[in-house]
């Protein structure tokens, strides 16, 4: 009985796949759900540090034009009212507010500052929400993948021992490949959670300062037209 159960444990594969094609349609089904949750969490990852480097650069790049000494309404002709970049687009929207405001007499009117402000904080809220979107995906991935690989887990133990009870075999060679199966879909979970959790956090802390970066050149351009009004 003994060889005759080694030799079966012999014949079972225990390669990733090979575990993968003998587990139960629910188990299949979570580790197929954990993969596609992993392989969707690095595209974002990918798509969100290539975008990150991207605005990055473009804010320094823009910010060394801005601050050049060239006029800024040479500056704002120069990049037009629909620019590519997240900088300029803050400051398009500024300096579009800032011409509106202006009279066929040469004068400003009223409440021209706060209209800037808010024109600038709408293209700065747009921003955000175009550097944070995909984020809560990650998030999601990080805080369920784990239990949702439980699940899977769990469900092949039981489908496990109910095959151990059929057979009343016990041997460990028996009970093994079902385990083994089981608690693949554990280790697909947390291959999804865990860099979808370091990543969130890295992209998230990333985007706070991206965008704080804006909010303070927001500010500095107010002041720069504000100075404009008072003069």
Known sequence: MEAETLALAQDIDFSMWGMFAQATFVVKLVMFMLILASFWAWAI??????LYRKARTEAETFDRLFWSGEPLDELFEQIGTEPDGQSQRI?????????RSHRNDGGMIAGATARIDRSMDV???KESESMQSG????????STAPFVGLFGTVWGIMHAFIGIAASQNTSLAVVAPG???????TALG?????????FYN???????RIVAGY??????FATILSRQLDS
């Open 215 to 220: 909010e303070a050149f927001a500010d500095e």
């Open 91 to 99: 400051f398009a929207s500024g300096m579009m507010e800032w011409r």
């Open 135 to 142: 984020l809560s995906v990650l998030a999601t991935v990080g």
């Open 179 to 185: 385990i083994a199966e089981a608690l693949l879909a």
């Open 190 to 198: 947390l291959l999804a959670a865990i860099p979808a959790v370091i």
């Open 123 to 125: 293209a700065i809220a």
């Open 45 to 50: 990852i990918v798509q969100k540090l290539i």
């Open 202 to 208: 890295k992209l998230s802390a990333d985007s706070d």
